[in-house]
């Protein structure tokens, strides 16, 4: 945002005063630059930076709020669930290391930004540093491998048993830090988990996805999901912790057997893994990859390999970890992967399936994802991604185990969304009246992105919804790249008179006929029925491209938007009115005008469309905006724009939103 703030004070102080008959003496008015101006721009860009400091790729968002939610469940825990109502402003893939740094947009109101990480191995929810026009995640320092076992200081304090037996540990001194839940029986190197299974866990098991509802498979006929050992010989089993979205304390832990599955939980011996299953940073101590080798208990004693035949179950004491007391207890509900033991009778359970275990052949692993809050509450969210860990063996049996699904490539999945609404001003270059409602329309980008975060495609719907002018000014659009770029355009229109008439359009690619860029006009009369009060008329256009594109190569939706200024007639075609700054005029304009009059174009800077009274020709709004009766200055009907210009666009941001 340009600003020249003892000059836009003086001026706007004395807004009022200002006319059309404002002049400069001389010939020629005083050559400025583009910091002389104030571009009247109600979104900010920001330089973005994201450091998730891995080894692998992930997706992440922006939002320009939390995006989670505290809920109360039936057993009386509070739990933070994401709201799924709330929609990111930003979305993008990090590179091969989990960097990323961009250019993101955001209506210049947003001061916090949360950044959100489905994938595992990157937290969940981490709030933005912003310092200017810089918003970063700090490079995520990575918690070293548990290469001795020195750094945990804190005794076992408790663990409670419950009516159904004893939880045990793995370790004799069993020990583990009374904050965290980090435990002293780690190995000491972590288990590799390849890019291609986080990719496939990120794909079935997304933040506030009913996972039930999408892969019914896996959740319907009562099927135990324990886990089948079936060497010939005895086998080494390892526990991984791979990822969790969760604001409680989730116990995770195990129980296996040999023969017949147990039918109550009094038959089981269960043994704890993980006190307290979290990430590091988000309340826990774990990170991806860390791992514990499982024993077996024969009933007398643990044995360091399981034999064949063996079957392993994993359960969760659903908030069963209290980092002030450091006890490990049952929490609200013990649950496991074979459902059936998942008795009602106990304070808190669930006969319902609240766990889930698929085999992927990639790592030889059967991952387990659950969810912690009984399925027939209704906070419960469904995902199963509360706590997911992986059990390892090369006995698995991939064939009695369920397989987990590859995750295919979501062409929804980094789109990015616009709206708003735009104004225009019909007299430049001569100053108008202010009242910013010309010719106002609303408008709807999707672009479609790679994972390279290069465009492919883009929908665009820009719909006329007033018109206070009384010439018959048209509207079209620009896009940063030539007519060469375009690999194919649709376009259509609920407006029954379709097309323009009176531009001149090429029938094959729908663009406008000699043009350098490509420009798309939507209609050549704003007073020719083309605004619809009641049921507005909308104009449809998808664009795909000859190869993907980046961002600042396209632009930013919704472009370069302008009208085209009739006041001669309807074949008039050599004046255009665009927002003001670095939007170009197209090809057809007639270049006298620039700099004319009252317009202050600086043509060698590539700076258009500001006035020598420092008021605004268009002005684009994210989201909805009411536009002045005819007549009413916009500073007038909204007493805090000039204050909002004074500031240098940093203050009053609002000023244009009815709260």
């Known amino acids: 945002m340009k600003k020249n703030l003892p000059v836009l004070t003086a001026v706007l102080c004395a807004a009022a005063l200002l006319s059309s008959c404002m002049k400069f003496e001389g010939t020629t008015p005083p050559v400025q630059s583009p910091d002389d101006f104030f571009d009247f721009a109600t979104t900010r860009d920001y330089n973005l930076v994201v450091d998730y400091n891995l080894t692998d790729t992930v997706q992440f968002e922006v939002y320009a709020e939390d995006p989670f939610s505290e809920v109360t469940t039936l057993a009386g825990f509070v739990q933070r669930v994401k709201n799924n109502d709330i929609k990111p402003i930003f979305r993008a893939f990090t590179d091969d290391k989990g960097y990323f740094e961009g250019t993101m947009q955001s209506p210049s109101y947003d001061r916090d930004f949360y950044i959100f990480c489905n994938y595992p191995g990157a937290p969940a929810l981490v709030k933005a540093t912003v310092s200017g026009t810089t918003i970063s995640l700090n490079p995520i320092q990575a918690k070293a491998a548990p290469a001795s076992k020195a750094g945990v200081t804190q005794a076992v304090y408790q663990v409670q048993d419950d009516a159904f037996g004893t939880f045990y540990t793995l370790a004799s001194n069993p020990q583990w830090d009374k904050e965290t839940g ?66 409680f304390n989730d116990v995770i832990g195990y129980y296996s057997y040999v023969g017949d599955a147990p039918t109550s ?29 499982l024993k077996y208990w024969n009933g007398t004693e643990y044995e360091d390999e399981f034999p064949a035949g063996s079957t392993i179950g994993v359960f969760m004491c659903s908030n069963g970890y209290h980092p002030y007391s450091g006890t490990v207890y049952r929490g609200g509900g013990v649950f496991y992967t074979d459902h059936r033991l998942s008795d009602p009778r106990e304070a808190g359970g669930s006969s319902y399936q609240q766990g889930v275990a698929l085999f992927s052949a990639l790592s030889n692993m059967v991952v387990v994802g659950f969810e912690d809050i009984p399925f027939d509450d209704p906070s419960c969210d469904s995902d199963f991604n509360d706590v997911m860990v992986g059990v390892w063996s090369p006995g698995i049996d991939g064939e009695l185990n369920h397989p987990l699904p590859e995750g295919e490539w979501d062409p929804e999945s980094n789109t990015l969304e616009y709206a708003g609404t735009l104004a225009f001003e019909d007299l430049w270059p001569s100053y108008g009246d202010y009242d910013m409602n010309d010719v106002v329309l609303k408008y709807h980008c999707k672009v479609w992105r790679n994972k390279g975060n290069l465009i492919t495609k883009v929908e665009d719907m820009f719909s006329p ?86 961002d600042w190569e396209l632009g930013v939706p919704p472009y370069n938007p302008f009208i085209v200024k009739r006041n001669k007639g309807i074949t008039q075609r050599d004046t255009e009115v665009h927002l003001c700054g670095y939007y170009p005029p197209s090809d057809l304009i007639d270049r006298s005008y620039l700099g004319s009059l009252n317009d202050r174009s600086i043509v060698s800077s590539g700076y258009y469309y500001c006035a020598a009274n420092n008021m605004p020709f268009a002005i684009k709004f994210p989201g909805e905006f009411t536009w002045p009766r005819e007549g009413v200055r916009i500073d007038v009907a909204y007493p805090d724009f000039a204050k909002w210009v004074a500031s240098g666009g940093w203050e009053y941001t609002k000023w244009w939103v009815k709260e």
């Open 182 to 247: 980090y435990p002293n029986w780690l190995q000491p190197t972590r288990f590799p988990v390849p890019q291609r299974l986080i990719d496939d866990l990120s794909s079935m098991f997304k933040e506030g996805q009913n996972t039930p509802l999408l892969y019914p498979e896996y959740f319907t006929g009562g099927k135990s999901h324990d886990i089948h050992i079936s060497l010939a010989g005895k086998a080494p089993v390892s526990m991984v912790f791979l990822h969790g979205i969760t604001s």
């Open 265 to 293: 939980p009094a038959e089981v011996h269960r043994t704890f893994v993980f006190p307290n299953a979290k990430y590091d940073g988000m309340g826990g101590g774990l990170a991806i990859g860390d791992q514990v080798q």
């Open 465 to 550: 919804i007033h018109s206070g002018a009384q010439f018959l000014n048209g509207f079209g659009y620009q896009y940063g790249v030539g007519t060469n770029k375009i690999a194919s355009l649709e376009w259509s229109t609920t407006y029954p008179g379709g097309k323009p008439a009176t531009f001149n359009i090429d029938p094959e690619t729908c663009l406008e006929k000699n043009q350098s860029r490509a420009t798309i006009m939507l209609f050549d009369n704003i007073n020719g029925g083309v605004v619809n009060p009641s049921n507005p008329y909308k104009y449809n256009i998808t664009t795909t491209f000859v190869w993907p594109l980046r």
